[in-house]
Each structure stands twice: as structure tokens, then as C-alpha cells.
């Protein structure tokens, strides 16, 4: 499958379209601010998988951002 790239304006004006093909698709959607790709947002059964896959994952809240860290690969 190819990438689908949008830019970053296109998930807020557009955000239960965005859901619905990550959610269909089982696959992320690229977003780009200024014409580089910056995000890519996947539904939460692709992240769940993703996390699955990677073994047991230690998911910690860091003051500004969500820290996720796999187990074994410090």
C-alpha cells in the first residue's frame, strides 16, 4: 500500500474521515507541516498491535510527553 501523505490542516478539518481510513486500512496516514512529513497517526488497534509486536512495553508519563519504552532494548 502506499503512504497516504496529508498536510497537518487536513486531520483537523476532516478528523472522522482521517479515523474511519486509519481504522479501515489497518495502516498509519503520514501528516506534513510545510511540505515534510512530521506525524503519522494510526487507529489504536494498529498502535496496540505495533506495542504487541514489539514485546512488553513499559508505557510511562513523562511532564510533556508520553514516554514508551520497550523492554530489553535499553
Known amino acids: 500500500m502506499d503512504k497516504v ?3 497537518i490542516e487536513y486531520l483537523a ?15 498509519p496516514m503520514f501528516l506534513t507541516k510545510d511540505g515534510e512529513i512530521k506525524l503519522a497517526i494510526m487507529s489504536i488497534k494498529v498502535y496496540e498491535k505495533l506495542i504487541s509486536a514489539c ?9 510533556n510527553v508520553d514516554v514508551i519504552s520497550v523492554k530489553g532494548n535499553d
Not at 19 to 26: A, I, L, R, V
Request: charged share 40%; proline share 4%; glycine share 4%.
Open 5 to 7: 501523505i496529508k498536510p
Open 13 to 27: 478539518e476532516n478528523y472522522d474521515e482521517v479515523s474511519e481510513w486509519c481504522d479501515t486500512h489497518n495502516a
Open 55 to 63: 514485546g512488553d512495553a513499559d508505557i510511562s508519563k513523562d511532564e
